[in-house]
Each structure stands twice: as structure tokens, then as C-alpha cells.
């Protein structure tokens, strides 16, 4: 799981008129998670149910919020030995997304999570240009999620589903400018991401796959955020407003059998907004 962010990208849409705004959470309804280099300022208790995230960015690298479910009896301490010992991720803890990375200064789209009771870790496995994941920098948190009673921050309804799969992402509907609120479903056999990124001016997909094998020098696009590792069946809603431009959607995360990253198995897509 340290790959799966290298870059961070892309996606997103919908077919709604880019003159439709959908409607938002209430700004009182949204937990708000503040990253720097490397921390989380975030509340350590929750409560159970539909979760708005949004990360704001304070750090000078990209940052994102990876929540996963522990199983009962183990901590966030204990996901972070397991990573370092090596191996696959383990098997006690569940991928339950949350927003993926955004640049530095700038704030993440909203993404709803469904939280059952429990214990989460909150990570963030982008790796530095120096190549070592923000987890082993110290860069995660333990949250603990109590029973109760949590209403839906927006009784919006998704109108559109992104469905990943293995290896790739799958939608009805043309990505459209405009304000969008998104479903974003796992109907694979092993955990992706959505990470969303929009090209600068003259530069292609094959120009951000490179620069995220080195992370040398600026990045060749803007990354504007989506949705962090969810396991399969899992599923986010994600709130994004996209403006004209070129976009790439990929994940990153290493593949189960081979540990490639998914985008080397095809994993990426990329698309014109006008």
C-alpha cells in the first residue's frame, strides 16, 4: 500500500447540466481534517453512520485521509508495524476510503464514508520525493468510531456511479462541468482508489505516469482529490465540482499477485471536460 498513491488521481462526472449546483452538506455537518507534514489534526471519537470528510491541506506536500477499519483489539500502531514488517496489507483491517490527496493549499472535494462502530486508522501511504510513504513519517492517527445515531449530512442523491473494477473504471454517463455528487463503488476482487488529476496546459497522461515514478521536479498536473482505497463492496459518495480541462483518473495501489501498481495493469483514464 505505499505505491498506491504516488500520484493520486482522478475522476469523476456526471450528467447533469453544468448549470445545476447539487446539493451540498451543511458546512457544520463535515468533519474537517487538517494535514501538515507530517500530521492529522482531526477528531479522535466519531460517531456511527453517513461521515462527511474533507481534507484541507496545510502541509507543502500532497496529503490524503485513508481511513481503514481495524479489527477488534488491534490500533493504528499496529496497521503501521504490520506495513513495516513487509508483506501484504493485513488481512484485519478493511479499506473504508475517505478523500484522496489534494495539493498542497488547497482543500478536498467532500467525501461521504459510512462508519460502523469500531476502531479506524486514519493514514496518509503518499509517498514523499524522497520515496518513503508519509506513514512511516509519522503521518497517521487513531480514531475511534461509537455507536449512535448519525443522520446523512445531504439527502442528495448520486447521479452518477463510478464503478472500479479490475483494472479499470466503469460509468454510464459522460463527465460533464458542473457540480456532481458521485458514487464511487468497489465491484472488483481487491481494493482500488480514485484519485483525480488535472493536466496543465501541453502535458499528457504518459507525462504524470512518469513523473510519479521519480516525483522529481513540479508535477505535470493538479491533483483535485476523489477517493482513497475502499475494499471490495465498499463504496464513498463524493461531492466534486469539475471546470473545463483535461483529467486523468488512476490507482496506484499495488496489485495483489504481481505488486505492480494498478496503473501498469491499466488502471488509468483520462478525460475531456469542456
Not at 111 to 117: C, D, H, I
Request: glycine letters at 8%; proline letters at 11%.
Amino acid at each position: 500500500m505505499f505505491l498506491v498513491c504516488a500520484s493520486l488521481l482522478l475522476a469523476t462526472a456526471l450528467a447533469t447540466s453544468p448549470k445545476t449546483a447539487r446539493p451540498r452538506p451543511h458546512a457544520d455537518d463535515v468533519v474537517k481534517v487538517v494535514t501538515a507534514d507530517f500530521r492529522f489534526d482531526m477528531p479522535p471519537t466519531l460517531t456511527a453512520g453517513p461521515t462527511t470528510f474533507q481534507v484541507v491541506n496545510r502541509g507543502k506536500e500532497v496529503h490524503q485521509l485513508y481511513l481503514a477499519r481495524l479489527a477488534e483489539g488491534k490500533r493504528a500502531a499496529d496497521f503501521v508495524n504490520a506495513l513495516k514488517a513487509g508483506g501484504p496489507p493485513p488481512s484485519w483491517a478493511t479499506d473504508v476510503g475517505g478523500p484522496n490527496g489534494v495539493d498542497p493549499g488547497t482543500s478536498s472535494p467532500l467525501a461521504t464514508v459510512q462508519l460502523a462502530p469500531g476502531h479506524y486508522a486514519a493514514l496518509c501511504v503518499i509517498p514523499s520525493p524522497d520515496g518513503v510513504p508519509h506513514i512511516m513519517k509519522g503521518m497517521f492517527a487513531e480514531v475511534a468510531v461509537t455507536p449512535g445515531i448519525r443522520t446523512a449530512s445531504s439527502s442528495a442523491k448520486p447521479d452518477l456511479t463510478i464503478s472500479l473494477v479490475d483494472y479499470g473504471y466503469s460509468f454510464a454517463t459522460p463527465l460533464t462541468a458542473g457540480s456532481h455528487r458521485i458514487r464511487v463503488r468497489n465491484d472488483g476482487k481487491q481494493s482500488h482508489e480514485l484519485e483525480i488529476a488535472r493536466l496543465l496546459p501541453g502535458k499528457t497522461p504518459a507525462d504524470l505516469a512518469a513523473w510519479a515514478e521519480k516525483m522529481a521536479g513540479p508535477p505535470p498536473a493538479h491533483f483535485v482529490g476523489g477517493i482513497s482505497p475502499i475494499a471490495p463492496g465498499q463504496s464513498n459518495d463524493l461531492s466534486l465540482t469539475l471546470t473545463p480541462g483535461h483529467y486523468v483518473m488512476l490507482c496506484f495501489l499495488p496489485d495483489a499477485k504481481d505488486k505492480k501498481p494498478h496503473t501498469a495493469h491499466g488502471m488509468v483514464h483520462d478525460f475531456v471536460v469542456k
